[in-house]
Nanobody
Framework: QLQLVESGGGLVQPGGSLRLSCAASGFTLRFYAIGWFRQAPGKEREGVSCISASGGRTNYADSVKGRFGISRDNAKNTVYLQMNSLKPEDTAVYYC??????????????WGKGTLVTVSS
């Protein structure tokens, strides 16, 4: 069964850090561009960050630039999202998604079920 599983979410105080993981089973992530998306209560889903299949290209939403970092470990079949200096407005369900052979995250083939990140004091 092909699936993506996110982990690492939780409750953190403003200014804190979390590292999200996106692990694949049933397929090899290294052929896929991987994106992190988020959806806050009452809002539409938005793209947060993307890493190309080669790992050579990354991009970030303006709202997270300088605070979040995306990386991939193909040996572990896992992609990470390091989130620093978290703000209450970062509170959302975070999803990872995979797009085959992609250099961008415009068309994704597989989605995880999400992990909740809550930033609150």
């Amino acid at each position: 069964q092909l699936q993506l599983v996110e982990s690492g979410g939780g409750l953190v105080q403003p200014g804190g850090s979390l590292r999200l993981s996106c692990a694949a089973s049933g397929f090899t992530l290294r052929f896929y561009a991987i994106g992190w998306f988020r959806q806050a209560p009452g809002k539409e889903r938005e793209g947060v960050s993307c890493i190309s299949a080669s790992g050579g290209r990354t991009n970030y939403a303006d709202s997270v630039k300088g605070r979040f970092g995306i990386s991939r470990d193909n040996a572990k079949n896992t992609v990470y999202l390091q989130m620093n200096s978290l703000k209450p407005e970062d509170t959302a369900v975070y999803y990872c998604a995979a797009g085959y052979g992609g250099s961008n995250c415009n068309a994704m083939d597989y989605w995880g079920k999400g992990t909740l990140v809550t930033v609150s004091s």
